[in-house]
C-alpha cells in the first residue's frame, strides 16, 4: 500500500464527521467530502442516507432505495434527520459562513453562489464545513454576509450544531467555553505554525494537538479502487 | 372545455413591463428557456423575477429586463457561478431580494395558500435579515414561544414553467426525477403559461406514466405552449440532459455576440443556429 495521500487524510476526516450519526441523510457539497460520506456508509455508519445529488436516495452502489426531491428535501431539513457539509468561501471563529458575495452586499466585489441553503441549514440540521484550501482569505476575522449562522449569532437556535470544520490541514471543532473555533486533529506532515499562518482569526489550540487518524487498509482499497478509482480526489487537494 | 394552446408569442403579448414574474425549474434543470427567449425577443423590462435562479436569470439580467429579483442562489449547476448573473450583481444593475432556499419554497406555499405569509425556522442569525429589512418575524402563541420568521407570500402576476407533456387544457406532466416547484408557481400566479416538450392527448397522459406524474393541473394555467427542446440548454429529464458543451460557450461567449449568434431570430432559428453550433 502506498503512502497515505493529503486528500485521503481529508476523505478520512470528512468521514468521521458522520460518525455515530445514524439513520440520517449525509448531504456533502464537494467531491471529499462526497467520498468521505460514501466511505463511513461502506464502513461505520452503514444506517447513512446518501442520494445521487439529484432527487433519488441511493445506495453506494447507485441502486436507488427512495425519492427525495427538492421540496422533500427541503423538509427533510426542518425535520433534523440530516448531516450537510457544506462549502464556505468564507468562515469565521465562530463558524459564521459566507458563500454569497465579496465584499459590500450592496455591490459585491465578487459575486458567489447566493446564500442557498445555508441560514436554514445550521438553524435545523447539523452543520460541518469543507474547505480544501486552507487560507487567511477563507479563514476570516469577519466574514462578508453571514449565511450560515454561527455560534455567536445562535442565541435561541435549538437545533443548531457546527460539528466541525475539515480543511486540507486539519479538522477544527467548537468546543471551547464560547465556542470559538479549535484546532480539534493536524493532517500528518501539517504543523500548528502552518495552521496558524493561514489563519485570519485566532484559533485556539490546545497543549497537544493529535494527528488526524490513518486510515485502515480496508477503508484505503475502498477509496482508491471502489469510490474514487480514477483518482479525482487529488484534483481537490494536492499532495 | 376550452383550448388553451397558444404560442410563446401569444404569451410574450400576454404580459407587461413591471410585472412579476415567477420562473419554473431550478438552476440549470428544466427551466422554461423557450419562452425565456420569446420574452428578450419583446420589449417587455423593468421586471421582477422570482426564481431559483439558473441562466433564466442570467439572460433577462444581461439584456438589462430585471429590476428586482428574488431568489436563494443563480447557478448553472455544473458551472457554479452564472456569470451574466455576477456581472448584473457587481455593475450594481439590479435590486435582489436574496433569501434562503426554504424561505423560499414556503414563501410559494403561502401565496397558493393565500396566506399572507408562513412561519419558517430560517434566516432568524444570518444576514438576510440585514439585507432584508423589511422581513418580519413572529412569536409562536404556544408554550414554546420560537421566534420565526415570516415569510411573505410570494404572489406574482405571471409564472412560466416546463415540462414533459401537457395536453390542451392544460394538465401538465413531469416525466423526470423531480418536480421542482412547478406547480406551487402555477398556483401563486395570477396567470401560469406552461410550455412542454410535446401536447398529447389527455388519455396519452397517463397510459404509461404513473399518475403522480401529473404535476400541474389545468385550472391553474392559462396557456400551453408546445415547444420540442424548450428547456434547452437546460436539462429535460428523461427528454433530454444538459447541453453542457452549449451551456459552457453560452457562459464563455460576451453577451452581445451570444445574443446575436442565437438570439436574433425566432425560436426555429435559435433551434437551428444550436444545431450548427454543436
Redesign the interface.
Known amino acids: 500500500m502506498s503512502e497515505v495521500s493529503r486528500a485521503e487524510y481529508c476523505v478520512i476526516a470528512c468521514a468521521e464527521a458522520w460518525r455515530g450519526n445514524g439513520e440520517v441523510l449525509a448531504s456533502p457539497m464537494g467531491l471529499i467530502p462526497s467520498i468521505g460520506a460514501r466511505l463511513a456508509r461502506l464502513t461505520f455508519s452503514p444506517d447513512l442516507l446518501l442520494t445521487d445529488g439529484?432527487?433519488?436516495l441511493i445506495r453506494p452502489d447507485g441502486t436507488p432505495e427512495g425519492?427525495l426531491?427538492?421540496?422533500q428535501h427541503?423538509a427533510l431539513?426542518?425535520g433534523g434527520r440530516r448531516h450537510v457539509m457544506m462549502g464556505a468561501s468564507q468562515i469565521d471563529r465562530f463558524g459564521n459562513q459566507n458563500i454569497?458575495?465579496i465584499g459590500d452586499?450592496?455591490?459585491?466585489?465578487?459575486?458567489?453562489?447566493?446564500?442557498?441553503?445555508?441560514?436554514?441549514n445550521?438553524?435545523?440540521n447539523p452543520t460541518s464545513y469543507w474547505v480544501p484550501r486552507h487560507s487567511r482569505r477563507v479563514f476570516v476575522e469577519k466574514v462578508d454576509?453571514?449565511?450560515?449562522?454561527g455560534y455567536d449569532?445562535?442565541a435561541?437556535?435549538?437545533?443548531?450544531r457546527i460539528p466541525c470544520v475539515v480543511s486540507d490541514l486539519g479538522v477544527f471543532d467548537f468546543t471551547t467555553p464560547d465556542h470559538s473555533m479549535r484546532l480539534a486533529s493536524l493532517h500528518p506532515g501539517v504543523t500548528v505554525e502552518q495552521v496558524r499562518e493561514a489563519t485570519g482569526f485566532d484559533l485556539a489550540v490546545p497543549y497537544e494537538v493529535p494527528p488526524t487518524r490513518e486510515p485502515t487498509a480496508e477503508e484505503l482499497r475502498l477509496i482508491r479502487e471502489v469510490i474514487d478509482p480514477a483518482g479525482s480526489r487529488a484534483r481537490e487537494v494536492g499532495s | 372545455m376550452s383550448d388553451k394552446t397558444m404560442t410563446a408569442e401569444q404569451v410574450v403579448s400576454r404580459l407587461q413591463s413591471g410585472m412579476t414574474l415567477g420562473i419554473g425549474g431550478?438552476g440549470s434543470r428544466r427551466k422554461p428557456m423557450a419562452l425565456v427567449r420569446a420574452l428578450l425577443r419583446s420589449g417587455i423590462d423593468d421586471l421582477t423575477v422570482i426564481s431559483y435562479?439558473g441562466p433564466d436569470v442570467g439572460m433577462l439580467a444581461a439584456a438589462g429586463r430585471i429590476r428586482k429579483l428574488v431568489?436563494?442562489?443563480?447557478?448553472l449547476d455544473s458551472i457554479?457561478?452564472e456569470p451574466h448573473?455576477?456581472a448584473a450583481?457587481?455593475?450594481?444593475a439590479l435590486e435582489l431580494m436574496?433569501?434562503?432556499?426554504?424561505?423560499f419554497?414556503w414563501g410559494l406555499h403561502a401565496a397558493a395558500n393565500r396566506l399572507p405569509f408562513l412561519p419558517?425556522?430560517?434566516?432568524?442569525?444570518?444576514?438576510?435579515m440585514?439585507?432584508n429589512p423589511a422581513l418580519r418575524t413572529v412569536t409562536s402563541p404556544y408554550d414554546d414561544g420560537?421566534?420565526f420568521v415570516a415569510m411573505p407570500a410570494l404572489r406574482m402576476d405571471a409564472a412560466l414553467v416546463h415540462v414533459g407533456r401537457a395536453d390542451r387544457l392544460g394538465n401538465g406532466q413531469y416525466l423526470?426525477?423531480?418536480?421542482?416547484?412547478d406547480d406551487l408557481f402555477c398556483e401563486a400566479a395570477d396567470a401560469a403559461y406552461l410550455s412542454c416538450e410535446r401536447i398529447v392527448d389527455t388519455a396519452e397522459l397517463t397510459k404509461e406514466a404513473a399518475p403522480q406524474t401529473l404535476l400541474v393541473k389545468r385550472h391553474t394555467v392559462t396557456g400551453v405552449v408546445e415547444a420540442p427542446n424548450g428547456a434547452h440548454f437546460t436539462s429535460c429529464a428523461p427528454d433530454y440532459g444538459r447541453d453542457e458543451a452549449f451551456q459552457k460557450q453560452y457562459a464563455s461567449t460576451p453577451w452581445p455576440e451570444f445574443a446575436a449568434r442565437f438570439l436574433a431570430g425566432d425560436e426555429q432559428a435559435y433551434q437551428s443556429a444550436v444545431g450548427e453550433a454543436t
Open positions: 439529484e432527487a433519488m425519492w426531491p427538492y421540496r427541503l431539513v426542518s454569497s458575495c452586499w450592496k455591490r459585491p466585489a465578487r459575486q458567489l453562489l447566493g446564500v442557498r441553503g445555508a441560514p436554514v445550521t438553524l435545523n454576509m453571514v449565511c450560515g449562522v449569532r445562535a435561541g437556535a435549538r437545533y443548531h | 431550478w435562479g431568489a436563494p442562489f443563480v447557478t457554479p457561478l448573473y455576477r450583481r457587481e455593475g450594481g436574496e433569501i434562503d432556499e426554504a424561505m419554497m419558517v425556522r430560517a434566516g432568524i442569525g444570518s444576514d438576510v440585514r439585507v420560537e421566534t423526470g426525477p423531480d418536480p421542482y416547484f
